[in-house]
Structures are given as C-alpha cells and as structure tokens.
C-alpha cells in the first residue's frame, strides 16, 4: 500500500527561526513529489520535485528529492508569520490504464508566533 | 486567471438528504480528482477522471456516491443518502495527465458539507 509520511505533525517556531519539514514516502511508479501549502481554503502549490539532489527554490521556501532515500525536505528560512499554514506532500504515481494519481500526506501544521 | 470552481462553498443538510457538488475544472486540463478532506484522514481521493473517463473510484463508498462527468467543463459528487459522518470539506482538482507524464494538480476552494 502506498504509504506518504510527514514529520512532525505540528511545529510552533518564533518569527525569524528556520524549520525543516519532511516527507518519506513509499509509493510504486513514483513520478513525482509535491508540496502544497494550506491556509484556510484549498492547497495551493508550493513545489513539483521529479529529480533527485536539485533544489527548487521560491524565496525564503526551498526543497530537495533524495529519490535514493525515498524522502523530501522543505526549509523554510526566516519565517513569519504569514507563512502559518498546513503544509502538505504529495507523492504523484502512475497506477492502471496510464492515469496518474495523488497520495497525500496527513501534514505538518505550522505555526509561527511573533 | 484560470481556477478549478466549485459549488457550493458551504452547505448544510439534513441526514439522508441528497447533496450534489459541482466542479468546472481548469480548462485544457484533461484529469479531475475528488478528494475529501477530514482532521482525522487528512485529504483521500474519492474519483478521478481523465478525458472524462473514470479511471479509479475505489476511494469511494459505492452505496452512497456516485460520481460522473458530463462533458468536459462539468464533474459532479453526488451523496444520497448523506449521513453525519460525511461532514468534511470535498476539493476537486485538475490538471493535464498524459500517459506518461503526469504534473501539477490544482484545487478548487473545496465545498464544505455539514450532515447533521
């Protein structure tokens, strides 16, 4: 059973500090991960990784796929308050008949306090 | 600025009441998913669709939902009847799939039924 795992559940950090979120997945036909930030309404999209060891980069956000380790990373660097939010991986594979799907995650929820 | 719409934002209905959400995903995009969101399970694909095809709604409870695609710009989930423990928010989502390449998927604002 495909499986996408993300730690911690929940943060609380001070404005300014820097955090590190993970996602570790076990998923046949991986074809891609990606990140998605939730407020109060839907995901928007954050990243897609489909390349091991190439950091994708959007601001303060940045994010690297060890495809070797089966896992994710998204660093957030001098956080504010804004960037309060679940933040959420999903893995996208292949399945029957060439579709291609989602798994999501449960999660992190990310608070930052000033 | 294009967007997956979705109606209703908000509902509330009575248990065994039926309830039908409606989608208009992003146009040019050829894959739909419904997906419901809960605090306890986080987000579950229900349905998808690809070229208006259902490929796979084993996430779906096949007694009470249904979910079809009419044309093109029209997916809908349907409850009947719903029941309290259907309470969650429901997002469809879109993108462009092919056979062997497959990229970023797009939510709607999600509508967000209560069954009481």
């Known amino acids: 059973e495909d499986k996408v795992v993300q730690s911690p559940l929940s943060l609380v950090v001070h404005e300014g500090d820097t955090v590190t979120l993970n996602c570790s997945y076990e998923?046949?036909?991986?074809?891609?991960l990606l990140w998605y930030k939730q407020e109060k309404k839907a995901p928007t999209f954050l990243f897609m990784l489909?390349?091991?060891?190439i950091e994708k980069k959007s601001g303060r956000l940045s994010s690297i796929l060890d495809k070797k380790e089966l896992f994710s990373i998204l660093n957030i660097t001098a956080t504010q308050t804004g960037d309060s939010a679940i933040y959420l991986c999903?893995?996208?594979?292949?399945?029957?008949?060439?579709?291609?799907?989602?798994?999501f995650g449960k999660g992190t929820k990310l608070s930052v306090i000033p | 600025d294009a967007r997956v719409t979705q109606t209703p934002r908000h509902k509330v209905t009575e248990m065994g009441q039926e309830v039908t959400m409606r989608c208009q995903p992003i146009?040019?995009?050829?894959?739909v998913f419904w997906y419901r969101q809960t605090m306890m399970q986080g987000l579950e694909l229900l349905a998808y669709?690809?070229?208006?095809?259902?490929?796979?709604d084993s996430g779906m409870p096949k007694d009470r939902f249904s979910a079809e695609m009419p044309d093109a710009t029209l997916a809908t989930l349907k409850i009947q009847p719903s029941e309290p423990r259907d309470s969650a928010v429901y997002f469809c989502?879109?993108?462009?799939?092919?056979?062997?390449?497959?990229?970023?998927?797009?939510f709607g604002e999600g509508s967000w039924l209560t069954v009481v």
């Open positions: 989502a879109s993108g462009f799939t092919t056979g062997s390449s497959g990229n970023t998927i797009y």
């Open positions: 998923v046949t036909n991986f074809r891609s």
């Open positions: 489909t390349s091991s060891g």
């Open positions: 999903a893995v996208g594979k292949f399945s029957g008949a060439g579709s291609y799907q989602l798994t």
């Open positions: 146009l040019g995009h050829n894959t």
């Open positions: 669709f690809r070229n208006r095809a259902p490929l796979d």
